[in-house]
Structure formats: C-alpha cells, structure tokens
C-alpha cells in the first residue's frame, strides 16, 4: 500500500510538473475551470492589531484542478491577465464570495472588510462599474466594507478613465486598497489621483522589520506618510512575535499573515467566525 502511495504521489507530482513547467497554461483547460467553477475563493482573515479582533478577508483564488489539487494563483493569474480571462474569473470569484458571505450573513462583524484583488486591465473594460454595484447590491448585509484591492503585476497606467472608474466607486461606497505597497511599480503619484482608503504594506518589507535598520527606516517613513494621508495601513505577510511588536509599537491597525491564518477555505472561514468572539 505503502509503495502504492508512493508511486500514486510520484504520478502525480510528475503530471503536475509537466503540467505546470510549460510556460503557458493552456488557456483552454481554464477557461473550462472558470466555467466550472473550479477557480474557488481562500478567505485570508485580516485582524485587529491591538484587539486581535477579526475585521475582515481578503479573497484569495485557488484552482481546484481535480487531478493536481489546489494549484496556487501565481501559475494561473498571469495566464488569466494575459489572455483577458481575468475578466469571467474574478466574476465568478465575486458571484461566490458574494454567495458566501450571505450564508454567514448574521456571523459576520459588523463593517466585516471583504477584500477582492482585481487587474487594472479588469477594472478598464467599460462594464467594470456597473458589476461592482450589482455585486454590492447581492449581499444580504449592506454595512460590509467591500474593498477593492488594486494590484499592479504590470506597471500600472494610471490613465484618467481607471481614476474616475475607480472614484466612482469610492463614491458608491467601496473602499481602495493599494496591494503591495513599496514594491514594483507602486508609487507616490497614486496618491494625488485616487482616493485610497487603505494601503497594504507589501510582506517583503514587513518581514525585514528589524532585520535590517534601512529598510525598519523605510516602513517607518511610508508608515509616516500613511499617517499624514489619513490612510489606514494594512500589514501583510505578519509571521512572527517580533513583526507584530514593531507593528503594534506604530499603530498599525490591521494585520494579515500567516502569524495569525493562512488563506482557507470557506468551511474553515466559517468555523474561525463561529470560535471568535464578533466585536
Ligand atoms: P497578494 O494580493 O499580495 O496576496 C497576499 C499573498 O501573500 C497571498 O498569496 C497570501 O497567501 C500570501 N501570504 C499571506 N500571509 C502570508 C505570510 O504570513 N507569509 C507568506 N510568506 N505569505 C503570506 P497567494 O494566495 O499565493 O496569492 C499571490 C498573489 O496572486 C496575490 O498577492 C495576488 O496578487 C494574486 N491573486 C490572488 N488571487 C487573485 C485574484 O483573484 N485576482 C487577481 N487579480 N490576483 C490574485
Ligand atoms: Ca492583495
Ligand atoms: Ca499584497
Ligand atoms: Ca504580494
């Protein structure tokens, strides 16, 4: 049985493998796993730092491929960015949140954050507005702070139309994270045009917190500049003792990472909400 297993395992890490070492994923097997609903969302619970209350998720995409398991975003989002399939994915990840959450309606906290990641190239096309409001309008509960988080794998063009889009949906109740914030691409300029409710302090920088005095200095400069903004800091990637003591010795108010969960799935979501007390 023993080698059975073994070699089942073996079978499987090779198709995977194969699977997954070719630079393109097929765009056709997920196109189908959209269709099927095979693209299911993590919920990653964000605390309260000073509380250590729950106070929201942030939806996280997992391919349930029937023969490989849970196969991780990063080898399917680029594929989806690149061929516009991010579109009909993210759709169908709101659909299920959305579906979600109102199953747990009377559990949830109240303002509970429910954080989506969406592609600029998603948040362009002209229809974007309009699915955003029908989403909000599906959940049962209407204090629920739906977060649209901003990520930029490619430099982001923050043309005029992505900045009135993503305004008008900051005037229609949604809030604006900026994902990854001190990384890549992400820079001061968005601040002027776009009315950011949260930034996300990317986990790179989180997990070098006093490890290195430059970049405690830099976290403790963007921090800075948050504060003076009037927006409110989001940590990312929290995975030990002495991160959250820096982040509580500044005040930050929420906290994500694997120091307090790890990304799971709805059923594990809703047995965290039922163990913890909902203030
Ligand atoms: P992200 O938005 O920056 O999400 C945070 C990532 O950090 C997640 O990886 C999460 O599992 C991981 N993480 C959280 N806490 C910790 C920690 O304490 N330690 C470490 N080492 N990692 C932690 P994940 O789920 O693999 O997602 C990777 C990226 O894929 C996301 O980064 C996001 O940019 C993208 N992504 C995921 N789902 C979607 C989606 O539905 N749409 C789009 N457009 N992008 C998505
Ligand atoms: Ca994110
Ligand atoms: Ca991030
Ligand atoms: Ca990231």
């Avoid at 982040?247 to 694997?258: A, E, K, V």
Wanted: charged share 20%; glycine share 6%.
């Amino acid at each position: 049985v023993l080698f059975f297993l073994l070699l089942m395992s073996c079978l499987a890490a090779y198709i995977l493998h194969k699977y997954l070492n070719k630079n393109t994923l097929p765009e056709e097997s997920l196109r189908r796993a959209i269709a099927r609903n095979e693209i299911v969302p993590f919920y990653q619970p964000i605390v309260n730092g000073k509380a250590g209350t729950l106070r929201g998720v942030e939806v996280l995409a997992r391919w349930k491929h029937p023969q490989a398991g849970y196969i991780s975003p990063a080898s399917f989002i680029p594929l989806a960015e690149k061929s516009g399939l991010i579109v009909p994915l993210t759709q169908s990840l709101m659909a299920q949140v959305a579906a979600n959450m109102n199953l747990i309606a009377s559990k949830l906290p109240e303002g509970f954050h429910v954080g989506i990641n969406y592609s600029a190239s998603h948040i362009c096309t002209p229809t974007f507005v309009e699915e955003c409001l029908k989403y909000k309008d599906s959940f049962t509960r209407h204090d629920l702070n739906l977060v649209i988080e901003l990520t930029e794998r490619e430099p982001l063009d923050i043309n005029d139309h992505l900045v009135q889009t993503l305004n008008r949906l900051h005037e229609n109740g949604f809030a604006i994270a900026l994902d990854d914030f001190g990384t890549g691409y992400s820079g001061l300029s968005y601040l002027y045009d776009l009315h950011i409710d949260y930034i996300k302090i990317d986990q790179s920088f989180v997990g070098r917190v006093n490890a290195h005095e430059d970049s405690t200095r830099i976290l403790d400069s963007v921090l800075d500049l948050a504060r003076k903004l009037s927006i409110s800091i989001v940590a990312e990637g929290v995975e030990t003792q002495e991160q959250l003591d820096y982040l509580n010795r500044n005040d930050i108010t929420f906290l994500q990472g694997y120091y307090f969960y790890k990304p799971v799935p709805f059923t594990e979501l809703i047995k965290i909400l039922l163990s913890k007390p909902n203030v």
